[in-house]
Nanobody
Framework: VQLQASGGGLVQAGGSLRISCAASIRTSSSYAWGWFRQAPGKGREFVATIDWSGRTTDYADSVKGRFTISSNNAKNTVFLQMNSLKPEDTAVYYC????????????????WGQGTQVTVSS
C-alpha cells in the first residue's frame, strides 16, 4: 500500500492551504491517520492525528486552533486544513497510518507517504 500526499505549495503568512493524503488500495481494516512535519535541520514533529472513526483528534499545541484534520474513510483519504499559516509552519509534511488509534509517536506508524512541501513566506 502506498500513501500519496498532495496539495503542498507556497503561501503567504496568514494564508490557508489544504493538503491531502490517499492510500492506493482500499482495505477493510480501520486505520488512524497522522500528519507529521520536518523542517530543514530538525527532527520529524507531530502535527495532528485522527482515529479510525474520525471522532477523536489530537493536535500539537503549535497548530491547535489553526489546523484541522479530517478523514474520508470511504475513500481512504485524510486531509489537513491549515489556516493562519506562519513562516514557522514551513516544512515537508508527511502523512502516516496505523491501525485504529492515533498516537503522537512517529515510530508507532508503519505506513508513510512521501511528503509534500509547504512553504510560508513572511
Amino acid at each position: 500500500v502506498q500513501l500519496q500526499a498532495s496539495g503542498g505549495g507556497l503561501v503567504q503568512a496568514g494564508g490557508s492551504l489544504r493538503i491531502s493524503c490517499a492510500a492506493s488500495i482500499r482495505t477493510s481494516s480501520s486505520y488512524a491517520w497522522g500528519w507529521f512535519r520536518q523542517a530543514p535541520g530538525k527532527g520529524r514533529e507531530f502535527v495532528a492525528t485522527i482515529d479510525w472513526s474520525g471522532r477523536t483528534t489530537d493536535y500539537a499545541d503549535s497548530v491547535k486552533g489553526r489546523f484541522t484534520i479530517s478523514s474520508n474513510n470511504a475513500k481512504n483519504t485524510v486531509f489537513l486544513q491549515m489556516n493562519s499559516l506562519k513562516p514557522e509552519d514551513t516544512a515537508v509534511y508527511y502523512c502516516a497510518r496505523r491501525l485504529r488509534v492515533g498516537v503522537r509517536a512517529p515510530d508507532e506508524y508503519g505506513q508513510w507517504g512521501q511528503g509534500t512541501q509547504v512553504t510560508v513566506s513572511s
